[in-house]
């Protein structure tokens, strides 16, 4: 257990924490990265603002709709419009986007170590910028999968195709009822392959990544391991941060880093193991 005392150890200044993280890098037998949103939001992936409304001004307009995170929650009254909705969603953070600056400078910088990813993002945007898809696990699922809504088996689909379909032909806010993808297995409608409820389907794609991430840790137990946490807020701190936060705590070669502009903190109990860096990832990872 932690101390309920934490510190975001703003004394320290920006240029040492830099230097310290560089230095870490360097040395660090072992990397781990804990990503979460704030590194897609400093790559510019914004779910609101100018960028919902290139996209999404028609759903904004007709419902009140203000970002695309709620719109992807929201209780449509057909198939055809849900999927219109998701069809764009999915078309414009996985496949029509371009590959953030942060997540190919970050795979200069551990390219050549022994590194592991660990993220709750689902917009693939790692292994699109050249990450090794055997040291990646998406907990949360991606948006490039589908799934049976019931679900009636453990099996997930590729949409890109479907996906590009119903974005082409879709109109008045629906896609045609003939492109509303449906269970192989049972026939009931698909849905995405998103960790949202107990229905998430865990493939045996996404096992395999989970026992990779396993081994890494049973070899760097007691390593020189880097943990770098990048933008991950506290909405679901379970995945990434708390667990960085034991290991370090019970592993006294560890380092536990945390660059998160406004939410750079860490408990008391491992203040001499970490570094805090409280700025944009983008530009952090750019100085480095």
């Known amino acids: 257990m932690f101390s309920k005392s934490w510190t975001t150890k703003s004394t320290e200044n ?18 781990v990265i804990g990503a979460g949103a704030g590194l897609s939001a400093s790559a510019g992936f914004d779910y609101s603002g100018e960028r919902f409304e290139m996209y999404f001004s028609d759903f904004h307009k007709k419902y009140g709709i203000t970002d695309m995170y709620s719109g992807g929650f929201y209780p449509y009254e057909t198939l055809e419009e849900y999927w219109a909705w998701w069809s764009r969603h999915i078309l414009v953070n996985r496949y029509d986007c371009p590959v ?16 592991f990813v660990l993220t709750t993002n689902v917009d ?24 049976c809504s019931n679900p009636c088996h453990d099996k997930t689909y590729d949409n890109e195709e479907a996906v590009r379909a119903m974005t082409e032909q879709q109109k ?3 896609v045609p009822t003939e492109l509303i993808p449906k269970c192989p297995v049972c026939g009931a409608p698909m849905t995405m392959n998103l960790r949202c409820d107990n229905s998430f389907v865990q493939d045996a794609g996404w096992y395999a990544a989970a026992s990779r991430y396993e081994d890494f840790f049973r070899r760097h137990s007691y390593s020189h391991i880097l943990f770098l946490e990048l ?10 941060k708390y667990p960085f936060w034991q290991m370090t705590k019970n592993n006294p070669n560890a380092v536990y ?13 491992i203040w001499q193991q970490a570094i805090c860096i409280n700025a944009d990832i983008g530009d952090t990872l750019s100085s480095i």
């Not at 953030?100 to 590194?115: I, T």
């Open 14 to 31: 920006f240029s040492d924490n830099i230097n310290r993280l560089k230095n870490e890098i360097d040395t660090a037998d072992a990397i």
């Open 100 to 115: 953030g600056k942060p997540y190919r400078d970050l795979l200069k910088l551990v390219k050549d170590k022994d590194y």
């Open 124 to 147: 693939h945007q790692f292994q699109r910028a050249g990450f090794d898809k055997k040291r990646l696990f998406y907990t949360q699922g991606d948006y490039g999968l589908w799934q």
């Open 172 to 174: 008045d806010m629906k």
């Open 231 to 240: 933008g991950v807020g506290m909405n679901t701190p379970v995945i990434i």
């Open 257 to 269: 880093t945390c660059i998160n502009q406004g939410q750079a903190f860490c408990p008391q109990d």
